[in-house]
């Protein structure tokens, strides 16, 4: 029985582990189906029922009667004086003057109601898409932090508690601090427990919304554009739209109406029955004939009813301009509030990160005095441990409450995807959990474990290093998709971003049989891992061949890469062009690109082309920032940190709404002074950390290496 458990226990979390990935946008087919847009739907189309009636009963209208009767002739004698007297009258009849106005007010009064359930039905479907966007969220935040609370929880697991209860009974452990200790792992179970309770609910709501079942699967935060406060902002609110339809509605109504409390008609009429009297008894012959009249109806104080009623609209103008005056105040002020609040949390996203890396350290610093100090260093540890799990939870939190801001500002006005990006990408959630996962580890064969002290030990070969963001230029994709073990894979160095490139061939497979790459893609998603597209052939530049370029961002539009990073140097280019035409046909492509490619756009530039002075006095950052790009990847190829350091450090802060990385070089081609391929690793490992060190800012995306096979063979096979 016990086995039998166990087996099932391994089976779910093994389906917990290979959870399928799944986008937002993916949800987004079946938000038809939602309750409110159903009902929105349905009344649209009885308001719709409701003007072809209206249309229906303007013009022409048939009248007629039949009537019958006794009547008595005083010019007949006896015995005809009595007589049956039928009679059958039929007509038709056209409105004119104030009864043609009624009837086309009806009918305005309908249109207008169908523009405001129509109003209404795409609000619905808004309303639903940010409320199925929302709900994602909550799931994305709570599986996130089930799973670092779940990591903590093994500390307890896998002894901690044993190893404080030792220390107690020796007492070398104060009871207080022992309780404390124990506290925050039945917190943590509570947490456990409510974060559980969170991610079914979400799970449940996203079934409701799409109706349909969904199983537990991997969310994938999007990049979401950034909300600009300084410009004014067009607010676009459901009960603004109505108002706007109703003001115009009796506008309408005012200048169009001229007959109001005249009702009139003409009529075409035609009657029948037997003639009167009767000429004999014996037969009855029948009379016909027929009348064309002009009828009108209207009430002695016309004017006084003509001035009340212009009156009454009027009032009625001023009200409704009135309400909308008030409530587009009241929501200006509602967003403002909301943008506030939106970019505190941008703030506190920065100030929580940097909280996040000092709490890492201060793990760091723990573990290292653990290993060589007796006394209360482990206390110490365990409780930097707490704090980075404390403040890993508010990191997510905080993240969370800014993305469920930013759908609730999506609520009054539309974003572009062109728009810039938020400049606080998400903390991958291995990345959270990896610092608990090494405490678990560390204190899983014991109390303490002893290591030689060193002072000031270089980086080794076969140490993972990790830079921050490091990336590489892939220019053989077959060989990355085909190398075993590429994830597990331990190296000197950590790639969390891949810019990849794709041949002609590549690029139809993908297309025709888009399925392995996507499956990649997936993968590399869920470990943490960027891919993004790389195309790189500079005569994409040329007008006759920019249309290549689109066609295959087209093309491959529908693979869900991270980004599009152009590498199109105009140096590069063989074509009978001057310097400054080069560099405005570049900037015309990288425009017409960024206007279509679905992902963000980043493109790499040589470091000539930053300032004016050799950039035919244009702004190159300026007019990269205006076509659409998020990223400059800036092409200085140097082994030494100083110069680069010194370059790129004025250009970032003169360009704080950039982002920037930095390439370098790996490359055999190259000389010693532009290429590590001709250094040791110690020196490549030191001068990357500089780099990096040197250059954080908000705006600093890491370091580009040139290229991934460059740095597969200079790790295995450099033996400086």
Known sequence: MRFFLLLLLLLKLTGNAAAEVRTLTEFYANLDEAATVLKAKADLEAQQSQLHVQKAQKGWEIFGGVSAGYQKSPFAREPFGHFFDPLGRIGVRYPLLGSAERQQRAIDDAATQVKIEGIRLDWSKRLAKLFLEENYAAYWSARKMLALTESYLRLRDDGVTTILHKRREAGLLFMSDYLEFLSTFDRAERLKIEFGNNRDQALIRLGYLTNAKISPFQPVKPELPEIEGGAPIDIEQLDLKILQARIENIQNTKEKENWRGIESDVNATAFGGPAIPHPSPESMQLGYGGSVGFNFRMPLEIMSLRKNEESRLNSQLISLRADYTHRDQELQHEFRTLLSSYQQLAQQIKFQHTRLEAARELMRERSLRLQIIDGDAIEKYLQAVNTYYRVAIENIETESEQWKLHIRLRQFISLLEAQGRNFHPEINVNELMQPLQQAVTFLAGGEKQAAPKRVNQPARANAQVSFGRLAVYVWNFDQLMAQPGLWEKKQAVEIDRYLVSLDEQQISMAVAKPARL?????????????????????????????????????????????????????????????????????????????????????????????????????????????????????MYYSTNPANIVAALKPLMSQYPDLLFSLAQSLESELGPENSYVHKSQTIFIQAMKQLQEQLRAPNFAGLVIQSWQDLESYLHENTL
């Not at 006759?544 to 105009?570: M, T, W, Y």
């Not at 560099?583 to 690109?593: G, H, M, N, S």
């Open 518 to 634: 996507k499956k990649f893609l997936a993968d590399a998603h869920r470990r943490g891992k960027k891919v993004e597209l790389l195309l790189g052939d500079p005569d994409w530049i040329l007008p006759a061949q920019r249309g290549k370029l689109l066609q295959l961002v087209k093309k491959l539009s529908g693979i869900n890469f991270a980004g599009l990073h152009l590498d199109i140097e105009p140096d590069q280019l063989v074509a009978d062009l001057s310097g400054q035409e080069r560099l405005e046909a570049l900037l015309e492509t990288v425009r017409q690109v960024s206007a279509i490619s679905p992902w963000p756009v980043g493109i790499s530039i040589h470091p000539r082309y930053l300032t004016p002075a050799a950039s035919f006095d244009l702004c190159v950052p300026c007019e990269l920032k205006a076509k659409g790009v998020n990223e400059i990847t800036v």
